[in-house]
């Protein structure tokens, strides 16, 4: 067990760009989800799967932002256009379905995107 | 709307001495709780939840939290704190009743441990 994994760690892009980031979640977890953080804030979430499909999607993602899960395997999270106002860490988790609400979400080291 | 408070951004304590960390939370329905705590430049790590039981909740390097219902708290607490223990501390809330998919954070708390 090797743990989430995101790539990559650190993306410096300019406004206007787009960027695609990639979570590898742990073997056999079936629910993987994105968050956002900013300095000084607690994680937002922004999206949920259940194997391929898209469960949740919060208000904060803008039609910009999609997220795909294509095999139930990894995800990837895309900024279309991006903003100043995008740059922030991006945290991906997972977690083994565990009763209804109950599993534990393991995070990812995250990617740090700034936006010039 | 669930919700979650942590009142402190950060807590001065010295080395061997008792840590509280403090969480209110705001849920319609029942609550699943959570600790974890992240240091600089890794992504969070689990320490400990409330589900159901007894409402003391022991978890990893030597956590533990109390959930009460009456209060709507879930404070984080450690018997003798280590100057290891400085990191950022993040409470978590999950509705049960509305699907208990999507958690909400509070704002951090950051113990400064001093030797």
Redesign the interface.
């Known amino acids: 067990d090797t743990g ?1 994994s995101q790539d990559p760690r650190h993306k410096i892009t300019k406004r206007g760009q787009n960027v695609t980031f990639r979570c590898d979640p742990i073997s056999e977890h079936n ?1 993987l ?1 994105w ?1 956002r953080q900013t300095l ?6 922004l999206t ?1 799967f259940q194997n391929e499909a898209q ?2 999607k ?1 208000r904060l993602l803008s039609d910009r932002f999609s997220a795909e899960r294509p095999k139930g395997s990894f995800s990837t999270l895309e900024i279309q256009r991006t903003e100043q106002g995008d740059s922030a860490m991006y ?1 991906c ?1 997972s977690s083994l379905t565990s ?4 599993d ?7 990617t740090r995107l700034t936006v010039l | 709307a669930q919700s979650v408070a942590q009142p402190e951004d950060q807590v001065n304590v010295a080395e061997g001495n008792p840590l509280t960390v403090k969480c209110t939370y705001s849920v319609s329905g029942n609550p699943y709780l959570f600790w974890y705590v992240q240091y600089p430049n890794r992504g969070l790590q689990f320490l400990l939840k409330y589900i159901t039981g007894d409402n003391l909740v022991k978890g990893s390097y030597g956590f533990e939290a109390e959930f009460n219902k009456s209060q709507t708290s879930f404070h984080l607490k450690k018997p003798s704190a280590l100057v290891s223990d400085s990191a950022l501390y993040f409470c978590a809330v999950r509705d049960v009743d509305t699907g208990g998919f999507k958690t909400i954070f509070g704002a951090g708390t950051r113990p400064f441990v001093k030797a």
């Open positions: 989430v629910r989800y968050y000084g804030q607690g994680p937002e979430f949920y469960l949740e919060s945290l988790a009763g209804l609400g109950q534990t979400q393991y995070f990812g080291p995250g």
